[in-house]
């Protein structure tokens, strides 16, 4: 009868122990922000990125560099994924959740907060990402006339060594027009956390209203925490 009040005690404690535990991990991972980095391409998100990442030591998350890494990894779904590529298919957007959420599993421990750039693409990866990730604190949406945009690309194209039949303004045209789409959907669903930040000025200027915002987020973060 003592053995087993015992066992009823140690069981007890150890669920404890458990729930302890896994609340610490909540409010930790509660603590840590969540940034989505929207804009087409050509908008400068890019510089931004590097920029945030060195103030403020966040980790940075490419679904399109995490993609090419799953590759160079050779591992089983890095030669999946390279078969889908190579076939000229779309990787699933399932496929792209996952490893963004392993990247950030493994990160939640040292990271300090998540700049997630270039995702979601549509609306509805925003609400799958939050319902299997984490939600999302803040969207920073770099916004740019087409034609600064086209002119940003067609530059870059021009310079660099590698020349791509895509890299003609009629293509680049269409891509943008799929872009402004998607996202103007995106915008709609989350307003309430999105700020639309004039991407046509200097990269300095631009900063400091992101710094701005993330500063925001931060505070009420630590707001919250304080309260728990």
């Not at 610490?24 to 922000?33: G, K, L, N, S, V």
């Not at 076939?87 to 907060?113: F, M, Q, Y």
Request: charged content about 30%; proline content about 2%; aromatic content about 6%.
């Amino acid at each position: 009868m003592l053995f087993m009040c015992h066992q009823k005690v140690m069981k007890k404690e150890a669920e404890e122990k458990l729930k302890a535990e896994e609340l610490r991990r909540a409010r930790a991972a509660a603590e840590i922000p969540i940034i989505w980095i929207l804009g087409g391409p050509g908008c400068g998100k890019g510089t931004q990125c590097a920029k945030i990442v060195e103030k403020y030591g966040f980790t940075h998350l490419s679904s399109g560099d995490l993609l090419r890494n799953e590759v160079a990894s050779g591992s089983d779904k890095g030669r999946q994924l390279q078969a889908v590529m190579a076939s000229g298919g779309l990787v699933s957007n399932d496929e792209v959740l996952s490893l963004l959420n392993d990247a950030i599993t493994r990160a939640k421990g040292s990271s300090k907060g998540f700049l997630i750039d270039g995702y979601p693409r549509e609306k509805n990866q925003g609400i799958e990402f939050e319902l299997r990730v984490a939600p999302a604190d803040l969207a920073l949406y770099f916004e740019c006339s087409e034609d600064t945009m086209v002119q940003r690309i067609m530059a870059r194209a021009a310079a660099s060594s590698v020349k791509r039949d895509d890299d003609n303004e009629k293509t680049i045209r269409a891509r943008l027009l799929t872009f402004r789409q998607n996202t103007n959907a995106i915008l709609e669903c989350y307003e309430p956390k999105t700020l639309t930040i004039n991407a046509e000025r200097d990269v300095d200027d631009i900063f400091l209203e992101v710094v701005q915002a993330i500063d925001c987020v931060l505070k009420k973060k630590q707001q919250n925490a304080a309260q728990c």
